[in-house]
C-alpha cells in the first residue's frame, strides 16, 4: 500500500489564514495544506463514512481512531477527533500505519503504544499540525521526544518498506529552571507518549496547606492518568529498582526532604548523613537503567539567601545539580517555558 500526504495540516491549513499568532506568522501562507491523505489511490482521510468504500476495504470504530483494513492486509489507524474515543482500549495486531494528531494528546501515542498497535515495525506518521506548535522547529523536537514523522506536503509512504528506526532517547535528563519557567511541563511532555511512566513526587502532599495542595493538584491533572504516582525519598532505591521511565519532580524538594530527615538544617550536624544520601543518589543515576527525567531548580542565580539555612540549602542543591548533570546526556535550562540544551 502506497499513501500520499497531499496535506498535512489542520482543517485550515498552517499557516492558519488570518491568524496573527506568532506561529502563523512565521510562516508563508500554504506552508502546509490541509489535511488529505490518500491510500492506494483510492480512499482519502479525513474519510466521510457515508462515501461507497473500494472492495476489500474494512473500517471499523476502535477506541483509538478509525481502523481500516486493505485487501492485503495492511491496517491503518486514524487517530485524529471525532473518531477518538479513548486512551484505553483492548491489545491488538500492529498497525502497518498510524495517523495520530500527536499535538491534541500525546499521550494517546503511549496508549497505542501499551495496547500492542504501535510496535518498532509501525509507521508512526503526524497528522493535523497547525499553531498548537511554535513553529517547524519545536514541531521537529517534539516528533524526535516521541517517535513520530512529521511529513512534508507531497510525501508518498510505501508500507511495504521499513518504518524507520527513530535514535533512542537520552537514558537521563536533567531540567533546570526557576519558578514558574515550565520545567515541570517540560518534563511532562518529554515522556507523554511513552506506554507507561512511574511519577516519582517527592514533595509533601499539602496537607493544611491549600495553596500547597491546589499546587500538587494541579500537576496530578494534567498527567496522563495511566501514569503511577510515588510519594517516596527513597530516591536511590526507584533509580535501582524501576524498569518503566522515571519522572522526579523534583530535586529541590527533595533535598529540603533529606535535611529534614538527617536534622541538618541547624548546620551542627547530619551534614555527613546528607553527603551519604546524595552519593547514594549519584551512583543510583549512573548505573540507572530506565529512562529517567528529573527536574530541579536553578538555584544559582538569584540573590544570595539571608540565612544560614538557606545558603546551605543552595549550596547542597547547586552541587547536586552538577554531579548529576555530569553524569547526564541531556542537560536542559528552561527559561519562559523554552528549553535551552546545555552541551559539554
Known amino acids: ?92 495486531p500492529a498497525c502497518d500505519l498510524v495517523l495520530v494528531d500527536v499535538l491534541d494528546r500525546p499521550e494517546l501515542l503511549g496508549g497505542l503504544r501499551r495496547r500492542g498497535l504501535v510496535t518498532e515495525g509501525t509507521h508512526v506518521v503526524a497528522a493535523h499540525l497547525d499553531h498548537r506548535v511554535s513553529s517547524e522547529a519545536e514541531l521537529a523536537r517534539r ?18 518498506g521499513p518504518a524507520p528506526a527513530p535514535g533512542p532517547p537520552p537514558r537521563r535528563t536533567l531540567l533546570l529552571g526557576g519558578s514558574r519557567s515550565g520545567k515541570s511541563a517540560e518534563a511532562e511532555l518529554r515522556l507523554a507518549a511513552e506506554p507507561e511512566v512511574r511519577y516519582v513526587a517527592t514533595g509533601p502532599r499539602g496537607d493544611g496547606d491549600d495553596e500547597w495542595a491546589r499546587r500538587v493538584r494541579t500537576h496530578r491533572e494534567r498527567r496522563p492518568a495511566h501514569w503511577e504516582t510515588v510519594e517516596s525519598t527513597d530516591l536511590a532505591g526507584l533509580l535501582r529498582g524501576s524498569r518503566a521511565p522515571l519522572l522526579v519532580d523534583g ?18 550536624g547530619g551534614g555527613e548523613a546528607v553527603e551519604a544520601r546524595f552519593d547514594e543518589v549519584v551512583e543510583a543515576w549512573r548505573q540507572v537503567g530506565c529512562r529517567v527525567v528529573a527536574v530541579s531548580d536553578e538555584v544559582g542565580l538569584g540573590v544570595v539567601p539571608a540565612t544560614a539555612s538557606g545558603r546551605m540549602f543552595r549550596d547542597a542543591l547547586g552541587s547536586l545539580n552538577r554531579r548529576l548533570a555530569a553524569e547526564s546526556e541531556d542537560v536542559a535550562l528552561v527559561v519562559a517555558g523554552r528549553p535551552m540544551s546545555l552541551p559539554l
Not at 3 to 27: D, K, M, N, Q, Y
Not at 40 to 54: A, F, I, K, M
Not at 251 to 268: I, N, P
Request: charged share 20%; aromatic share 6%.
Open 251 to 268: 530535586l529541590g524538594t527533595w533535598v529540603a526532604a533529606v535535611f529534614d530527615e538527617c536534622d541538618a538544617w541547624s548546620g551542627d
Open 143 to 160: 516528533m524526535l521526544l516521541w517517535g513520530v514523522r512529521a511529513v512534508p506536503d507531497g510525501t508518498v509512504l510505501d508500507l511495504d
Open 1 to 92: 500500500m502506497k499513501v500520499l500526504f497531499s496535506g498535512t495540516a489542520g482543517t485550515e491549513g498552517w499557516p492558519v489564514p488570518g491568524c496573527g499568532c506568532a506561529s502563523c506568522s512565521r510562516l508563508s501562507p500554504g506552508h502546509r495544506r490541509p489535511a488529505e491523505i490518500v491510500l492506494d489511490g483510492t480512499v482519502r482521510l479525513p474519510h466521510d463514512l457515508s462515501d461507497s468504500l473500494p472492495p476489500g476495504l474494512q473500517v471499523a470504530a476502535d477506541p483509538g481512531g478509525l481502523l481500516l483494513t486493505s485487501a492485503d492486509g495492511h491496517r491503518v489507524l486514524y487517530a485524529v477527533r471525532p473518531h477518538v474515543r479513548s486512551v484505553e482500549g483492548p491489545r491488538g
